[in-house]
Each structure stands twice: as C-alpha cells, then as structure tokens.
C-alpha cells in the first residue's frame, strides 16, 4: 500500500505547522526563563540554554522527517520526539513554578528597606519612609525615616510622569499633599538587587521583586530629573478627599503585604500602572481598559479622558505648564522643593474636585 505523505492532506500538513510552532514558541520561552533564572554561573545557563536548543532542532528535524516524509522516515518517531518534549517542557514548568520570590536579597541601597504603616483612626505612621540626598547614581546620603500624616488634612493627589527614553514609556509616581506643607510620594518599583539593572524583558521572567516605596518627595522627583536626566511632568488630580483617603490607604495595604509576603515584579499585570489602576478601580468603580494603561508615558491622555485632571486645559496646556524638569533642577535641594515645582501647573492653588464631576459656576 502506498503511504501518503502530508503534502496530499492539508489536515496533516496544518497539523505539521502547528506543532512546530509550538516548539519554536515554547523553545523560545525557555531559553528567556533559563537567560534569567537558571541557577549557578554563566557556564551552566548556556549550557542549558545549548542542550534545549539542541533537542527542539532535533524534536524539529523528526517530525518533518516523519510527517512529511513517511516514505523516507517512521512516523512513530515523530511522535515520540514530541511526547518527549512535552515532558520536558512539563518538567520545565514544575521548576518555574518552584521559583519564589524573597525579601531577603542583597538589595540596592535605595530599595533595602521595604515600607509599611500603621493605620489608627486618621492618623498613619508610616516607617522606613526614603529620604535619600543623591548627587550622582552611587554618591547619595541615606536616610529613611518613620514619618506621621493626618488623613483628615489630606489636601491633593498629584500624578508625575518621568521620562526616560521613548515618549511611549514612562514612570508614574503618585505624590500626596497635605494642608501642613508635607509631601509623600507613592512608587510602585522593581527591587533591584546590587548592580542590577531594570530589563522589560525580564520583567516577564520573574527577574525582580515588587516593591511599593514611599519617599519625600524631594527624594523622589530629584533622583530621576537632576540624577538621572529623566523628563517630569506634574498634574493636579481632581481626587476628592476622601478618595484620595482611600488610595493613600490602599497604597499602604499593598506595602503592608508586600513586606509580609513578597511578590514578583510583571512588566504588563503589576507595573507602576496596572497597580494603581487596581485600586482606582476598587475606589471609584468601573474604569475602562486602555492600551494607554501599558503605554505608560501616554497615561495622562488616559486620566483626562476620564475627567481625573484639571478641566478647562487642554492635554498640552496641561503638559507644557506642568513640565516641571527645569523647576526641579534649579530648586534643587531647596526646603521648599515641591512649593517650587508647583508654580504654574494648572490647579495646584484651588480645592479639588471629585473624579468625574465638573465645576460648578
């Protein structure tokens, strides 16, 4: 009996395809968790990475043999080759699933300490809050401080975005004011590790931990424009007080079991972004998903379309007024450091309004 071969049935010839995109796919899924998480030296990992590749060419090479060619190969092989690989893969799955994060790393200095507070009534102690003098990347005074706000005083959330590279991306800081001058600034981060360096990619493969950092906010805006050389924009929310409240609370919850119980770092579901939107979510209710949440640097194009900044401004009105990078720089190490970044930007004299109501005349 003639065999037939897989180009005189498209069922068995999509099946071909099929399967050794899987194998491509996953194959390159592995190699990334083994780049960033095999354990032991250099060697060992490119090891590693050599011998898996090596058998999804040869996974590869038997099934086109075997399908495509059963005239020229045995079929059986082809499958074998892939209940093999499915193996390997499942084992590879089981080893991924053993990776636990840990607050117990050789961290960087400016993410040692984990924050935390404790909430009584409307008065918040909040511990290892970072006030670090920096000058350059690795010359910086540091200090973390325990630090007590009055919720009842809670007079504004204002949202900085800090630009680095691509306008696409950026770094969203949340900054709490209250009516006796203090600032406290809210960021979601990696936790780097010593001489460790952030990675998008990585960020996919369990490279870092979580960490939600409260800092002066002198600390906070100065490292990233006088430091890192980093764009900043600053936009008075039209938060209420007692939705402001709740996300300042919020922000603590999650501080709170992230130094109880550590968690991974993702680039796409928990980034400086995603978190917050969360707990507006929980706050306001229903907001809509948006690419512009993973677009970090387009998200107050986003909070505007959603009345959560100033009205009666346009987004560039908005944008140019509250670029507040040259302000930072000259107000520099002033006590009166936010005051000074402030002047100009839309909003930051009057009462706020709640999220989505518009002024009353």
């Known amino acids: 009996m003639r065999k037939v071969s897989y180009n005189e049935v498209p069922a068995l010839r999509i099946l071909l395809f099929l399967l050794s995109i899987v194998v491509v796919l996953s194959s390159l899924w592995a190699v990334l968790a083994f780049w960033y998480q095999a354990p032991?030296?250099?060697?060992?990992?490119y090891l590693l990475i050599i011998g898996w590749v090596l058998a999804a060419v040869?996974?590869?090479?038997?099934?086109?043999?075997?399908?495509?060619?059963?005239?020229?190969?045995?079929?059986?092989?082809a499958w074998q080759s892939m209940l093999v690989y499915a193996l390997m893969f499942i084992l590879l799955r089981i080893?991924?699933?053993s990776l636990e994060p840990s607050n117990e790393r050789n961290w960087s200095d400016d993410l040692a300490r984990t924050t935390h507070g404790v909430v009584q009534g409307e008065q918040v102690t909040l511990h290892n809050v970072r006030n670090f003098t920096w000058r350059s990347e690795t010359d910086y005074d540091i200090a973390w401080e325990t630090?007590?706000?009055?919720?009842?005083?809670?007079?504004?959330?204002?949202?900085?975005?800090s630009y680095w590279d691509s306008p696409a991306i950026a770094h969203v800081l949340l900054s709490f004011g209250?009516?006796?001058?203090?600032f406290v600034v809210f960021s979601v981060e990696i936790r780097k590790e010593r001489h460790e360096a952030f990675s998008e990619l990585g960020g996919f493969f369990k490279k870092f931990e979580l960490s939600v950092v409260a800092t002066d906010e002198r600390d906070a805006i100065r490292v990233r424009t006088n430091v890192r050389d980093e764009d900043a924009y600053l936009y008075r929310t039209r938060l209420d007080q007692d939705a402001a409240r709740q996300l300042f609370l919020a922000f603590i919850?999650?501080?709170n079991e992230l130094a109880a119980e550590p968690r991974f770092y993702h680039t796409v579901t928990a980034n400086?972004?995603?978190?917050?939107?969360?707990?507006m979510r929980r706050i306001i209710g229903k907001l809509p998903l948006d690419h512009r949440l993973l677009l970090s640097g387009h998200l107050p194009a986003y909070v505007q379309k959603q009345r959560g900044l100033q009205l009666?401004?346009?987004l560039e009105e908005l944008r140019a007024q509250g670029r507040i990078t040259d302000r930072a720089i000259a107000a520099d190490q002033a006590a009166d450091f936010s005051q000074q970044i402030r002047q100009g930007v839309p909003g930051w004299e009057a009462e706020t309004l709640p999220l989505g109501r518009a002024p009353t005349e």
């Open 272 to 279: 400086c972004t995603t978190l917050v939107f969360s707990m």
């Open 253 to 255: 919850a999650e501080a």
């Open 40 to 45: 032991g030296k250099s060697i060992g990992r």
């Open 312 to 314: 009666g401004y346009s």
């Open 58 to 77: 040869l996974v590869l090479v038997l099934l086109w043999r075997g399908l495509a060619r059963p005239d020229l190969a045995r079929p059986d092989l």
């Open 95 to 97: 080893w991924w699933a």
């Open 147 to 161: 630090r007590e706000y009055d919720l009842s005083r809670l007079r504004s959330v204002d949202m900085t975005t």
């Open 178 to 182: 209250f009516d006796d001058g203090q």
